[in-house]
């Protein structure tokens, strides 16, 4: 939290922000993910590199999947939540009820 507050200091128009679920426990994750919903809905463009798929399709509107370094997916956060057989084929097999 305090690298994404020293990033909105200077007022940007874009904030990058990597893996900010890293090493956190779930209430911080919730917390950070939050913020970051946030800040967003203030009109701060967000780029989020993130490995908590499900936290980081909750939040966000554009996805893109890498593998070895290419995009090999991409599109609306919306496609990626709604097809079944990209979030298998990326995201891995999802349990029972949702996910």
């Not at 904030?15 to 900010?20: A, F, G, T």
């Not at 779930?26 to 967003?40: C, H, W």
């Not at 009109?43 to 490995?51: I, M, N, P, S």
């Not at 890498?66 to 919306?78: F, I, K, S, T, Y």
Request: proline letters at 5%; charged letters at 20%; a positive charge.
């Amino acid at each position: 939290m305090l690298s994404i507050g020293r990033g909105l200091m200077v007022a940007p128009k874009l904030l990058m922000i990597d893996e900010p679920s890293l090493g956190l426990s779930p209430l911080y994750v919730k917390a950070n993910f939050n913020l970051i919903r946030a800040i967003s809905e203030q009109g701060v463009t967000v780029l989020l590199v993130e490995q908590n798929v499900k936290q980081m399709l909750a939040i966000a509107h554009r996805g893109y999947v890498l593998a070895q370094g290419r995009v090999v997916a991409a599109g609306d956060a919306d496609q990626f939540r709604g097809n079944p057989e990209v979030r298998e084929a990326y995201f891995g097999r999802q349990p029972a009820g949702g996910g």
